[in-house]
């Protein structure tokens, strides 16, 4: 397109960012690469090839078409020079993590980051001889406290899960700047729609892709996005490691960013009309949105972030099996796992992510019986509210 693709409106972006190239048969969408390998003319376009004079497919696992284009309009999306697409959020991490950390090195997370990005931090890393500090979250002062001579790389979710705080992008750049660290931000809850960790100053930013990018609930994928040089070396790691989107994945990804802009729209409204609610409704005991004045993260998300998302994290005035009852008693919502598709899914953590660990230990880290997670889809809002409100009778 002849005009810069960051002057034009979120909606426009989503829909034609990396793909107005003309295509075999002028079609308008990009079709599904169903390949592994790809074939070359001639012994000298191998070398040419080999050599950097021409750009085209080689191998399966160091690129597809389809998965390209995929990359491209998220890059654009997030304010990107480039991006790679990764099997998962979890692969995207933890091929990240190992990619950009060498052993005798230190890395500081926040403890409120998802459980299993900490088990990898605080389990397998620490195996390769990699120190992890876990500081509180949304917290710059911990984390500069915990900075020592061999740290390399500051990693934070904002919002984070399921308490979403929210870390001031500004201040935690200024501390890396001042240390010289890499800075990463799994803004997974945010989407490039709510907030633009890059345009702060941010290294590298991390979607799990399955959640609000792809917004269908059908796929499962990762994406790293940051400079080229950066992106460059992760491409290279991938080739190594192994862990590629595949082209059927990429295609329902490109499908589901099309529409991105407009269900953020109503994930937003959605979250902070059932925020509001329950705040208000006096069988529940705490709600953590920070588009709510009453969350700690409230003053800096407001700042730097423009929208405040689909998830609310809440606490009932009941016991666990009250809890239970309570979610058995929602009509609209799937009890299950993810968020940021547009069904809307509800969650008890103690169970769903925490049922193995002893009551008292769940407690330490704030995860209450009573404490529930509802990722609001694209429903009408009304709708919604009228559920969780039949639903609330049910604590009498």
């Not at 750009?55 to 389809?66: F, I, M, S, V």
């Not at 899960?161 to 890396?176: C, R």
Request: charged share 20%; aromatic share 6%; with cysteine.
């Amino acid at each position: 397109m002849a005009r810069d693709m960051l002057s034009l409106g979120a909606s426009t972006r989503a829909v034609h960012s990396g793909e107005r190239q003309r295509r075999l048969g002028d079609a308008v969408t990009v079709p599904v690469y169903q390949t592994s390998t790809y074939a070359f003319e001639s012994t000298q376009q191998l070398i040419d090839f080999k050599e950097g004079r021409i750009d085209k497919g080689e191998y399966g696992r160091y690129g597809n078409p389809t998965v390209r284009k995929a990359e491209q309009k998220i890059a654009e999306l997030d304010h990107a020079e480039d991006a790679v697409l990764w099997a998962s959020g979890m692969c995207a991490m933890t091929s990240l993590l190992l990619t950009i950390l060498q052993t005798g090195q230190h890395m500081i997370i926040t403890a409120d980051s998802y459980r299993r990005t900490q088990q990898f931090c605080s389990g397998m890393l620490r195996r390769f001889g990699i120190d992890v500090s876990v500081v509180p979250p949304g917290d710059p002062e911990a984390i500069e406290a915990a900075v020592c001579p061999n740290t390399r790389l500051i990693l934070t979710e904002s919002p984070t899960n399921p308490f979403l705080y929210v870390i001031d992008l500004e201040k935690l750049v200024e501390i890396a700047k001042r240390h010289r660290l890499r800075t990463v931000i799994d803004s997974t809850l945010a989407a490039p729609y709510n907030q633009n960790p890059l345009d702060f100053g941010i290294d590298l930013v991390m979607h799990s892709a399955t959640k609000y990018l792809a917004g269908h609930n059908d796929l499962l994928a990762g994406v790293v996005v940051g400079k080229a040089g950066m992106i460059d070396a992760l491409r290279e790691s991938q080739g190594i490691l192994g862990g590629i989107t595949d082209p059927n994945s990429a295609y329902l990804l490109l499908r589901g960013l099309k529409s991105f802009a407009l269900r953020m729209v109503q994930h937003n409204a959605n979250g902070a009309a059932l925020a509001a609610f329950l705040e208000s409704h006096p069988k529940v005991r705490r709600v953590y949105y920070p588009g709510l004045k009453s969350h700690p993260s409230h003053a800096v998300a407001k700042a730097q972030m423009r929208g405040f998302g689909g998830l609310v994290s809440f606490e009932l005035d009941a016991t666990m099996a009250e809890t239970g009852a309570f979610l058995d008693a929602l009509e609209l919502p799937y009890m299950a796992p993810s968020l940021g598709g547009v069904e809307s899914l509800v969650e008890q953590p103690a169970i769903v992510s925490y049922y193995e660990m002893a009551p008292e230990e769940r407690q330490k880290i704030g995860i209450s019986d009573s404490l529930v997670r509802y990722a609001a889809g694209i429903e009408d809002t009304d709708d919604l509210l009228a559920d969780i409100e039949q639903a609330l009778k049910v604590l009498g």
